[in-house]
């Protein structure tokens, strides 16, 4: 989706990073005094979630910075930290939660590397060990073109020892990722699907190989990567496609780069589904076999869930046995019917990844 | 308002002429018996016309009561016709629905036919706005357009919402299809009896198998196993919407309508009396069975633990939990 139209709150005009945005989308802009202006905007459109993802807003960050990871109840968190630079996302994703969890949905984009840097100097003065990441409310790379927000983080990782930077994405804007001393504490992460997965639910994302391309570039340019398999669509033929596409993975990239790679089924909440099916008639992933989960999120039957991890956490196995490979949001059993074990006690998950950034990123240890 | 209090000759009524009925009661028996003892005593409300004949506007049923008792004039007030003729008309709009409206509680098609009447002359949030002087009770927005788009819908539809067998929701929802397939449903909801939850639950399942499976959905409400299950000796209404949902349930969600069967197949050779129930987590989703028994003294009680630790040999009870 093309940004067709600049919003700038009035308290952002003077800073450096807002020139350099309106310099580099040579768009119109508007200066807005109240958010509810663009609020009647997008809402006045007949899908007001595409028009939220044609308008660009450029604002200060009025909460928190830094969040740990919501998570859920029930199932198994893996105790992340979440950098909030924006939220939104121009790509447009069938499954994705964003739709319908911002009301409405509008592309903010947090200007303020001062209190990002401040933000961040007290996390690294912790001894702590953190996996942060910008990916939850955003897609990482959508700005790179048009900010330097990305390499600004990565410089600011490059300089400490307790915490590792995840970017997030689907796209393939790694340009300006080239020539930065990331100091091995930036991780690229990419996420995964099946060619079918991506060309039926994934509107305006990179195709498959160009983002297995892209990984092999940022890891020739000394990068550590990580994977995602999230969401996991359950279709007839699905489990040879994630086995092939895992087989791909370690055509492009070495396995000892890899942090680790996530697994998580597709699972949503209940009021996301007519929304999928208004925006997306020929989609079918709503249709699969979902129950209401523990955490009041719809989740494919605990059975069928297995019998797919089991076969992608299997394949993982047989081509890269070192690398760690977990589950985003799942339960005790599906993970000793597809690991074999369950982390536990809780924080035990977050332990293991920090253990993996900890080896891959050299970072100081404070487990 | 009205002219005088007159006596009106039946035969100069059009009877024929019902665009002010909202009532949706057929059965005048019981009037027809008390006019035959007292007449009518409240008069009914009429709209003279051109050709010196008589409309309805409230009354309809004290007309026709009062034709089977034999009598042949009918106490009416006149509503008055000098002026503009669109305002006489919505005026006999206003009278026709607030006379049946502030007797009795109207019902969901009576209110919507009094909307269809009202939406010729103002707009739905004039409607709303005025609501309870025209109903005697309040209606929002959406209940208002929601009768609207019933209310144009045939008399058969309408006497399946009076019989309580089709939810106004339910058909909201039917209405999104084509002619043929909304008939396809009524079709079916005038067979079966349930809720209507029940009845969203077979719409979505039948919709979401169709999208599924690539399969005309008209198909699928034409297939042989569905007019089976409608046409099944068993008449009980309750037991075919049962076979109804169950059936679709199974095509819908096979891999849990398998391991419920499974797990009822379990239960089964436990031999378990029905007092005591053994129910695994919901959907299967968490790690939890729940046991339950029911006994009213000690010695009722020792022996569902003895029969508990029979059902505890049983080699049924391990299959349960795989």
Known sequence: ???????????????????????????????????NQIFDYINSADDPILKGKS?????????????????????????????????????????????????????????????????????????????????????????????????????????????I????????????????DHNEKTVISWSLNTEAVIKSEERDTSSLKSRFEAARKVESWGYKLAFHFDPVVIYDGCIDEYKKVIKTIFDYVSPDNILWISIGSFRFMPHLKPLIEKRFPDSKICYGEFILGLDNKMRY?????????????????????????????????????????????????GKILDQSAIEHCKLKSFL | MFENLQNININKIDLHNSIYRISTDNNFAYLTESIEKDGITTPVILKKEDNDTFIIVSGYKRIASGIEAGIKKVPALLVCTNGNAEEINFLCSKLSITENAYHRELNNVEIGKGLTLLKKFITIEEIVLNSVVFFNKTLNKKIVKDLLSVSCLDNS????????????????????????????????????????????????????????????LLEILQSKKI?????????????????????????????????????KNYIKQLKIEPEIKIDPPNNFEGEKYSLSFQFSNLTEFDKKIQKLVLIQKNNSLKKLFK
């Open chain 1, 55 to 163: 308008c660009l807003y450029l604002t200060h960050n009025k909460g928190a910075v830094i969040k740990d990871c919501p998570g859920t109840s029930h199932y198994t968190c893996c105790d992340y930290t979440i950098l909030h630079t924006g939220t939104f996302c121009t790509m447009d994703c069938s499954y994705c939660i964003l739709q319908a969890y911002f009301h409405p949905p509008l592309l903010r984009y947090f200007v303020g590397k001062e209190r990002i840097s401040q933000s961040l100097d007290s996390i690294f003065q912790e001894h702590k060990n953190f996996r942060i990441g910008t990916g939850e409310y955003t897609d990482s790379l959508i700005w790179e073109k048009i900010s330097d927000q990305p390499s600004f983080l990565i410089n600011k990782f490059a300089g400490q020892h307790n915490s």
């Open chain 2, 157 to 216: 539809v309408h006497d399946l919402i009076l019989s309580r067998k089709l939810a106004i929701n339910t058909i909201l929802k039917i209405k999104e299809y084509n002619f043929e397939i909304f008939n396809l449903f009524i079709n079916i909801f005038s067979k079966v009896r349930m809720g209507q939850n029940k009845q969203l639950e077979i719409i979505t399942n039948t919709h979401e198998i169709a999208r599924r499976d690539d399969l005309d």
């Open chain 2, 227 to 263: 007019n089976d299950i409608l046409a099944h000796e068993n008449n009980d209404e309750n037991f075919k919407g049962n076979l109804l949902r169950q059936y679709l349930k199974k095509i819908r969600f096979p891999e849990l309508t398998k391991t419920y069967e499974n797990y």
């Open chain 1, 1 to 35: 989706m093309k940004i067709k139209k600049l919003f700038l709150d009035k308290d952002v005009i003077p800073c450096q990073e807002t020139k350099l945005i309106q310099e580099k989308t040579q768009l119109d802009f508007e200066i807005i005094e109240n958010e």
């Open chain 1, 165 to 180: 930077l995840e970017l997030k994405t689907k796209t393939v804007n790694i340009d300006s990722l080239k020539k930065i």
């Open chain 1, 301 to 349: 039957f605990k059975p069928l869930r297995i019998e797919v991890y089991k076969n992608i956490v299997g394949q993982i196995k047989k081509y890269a046995p070192q690398v760690t490979a977990y589950f985003c949001m799942e339960d005790k059993k599906a993970w000793e019917e597809s690991f074999g074990f369950f982390p536990e006690p809780e924080g035990k998950l």
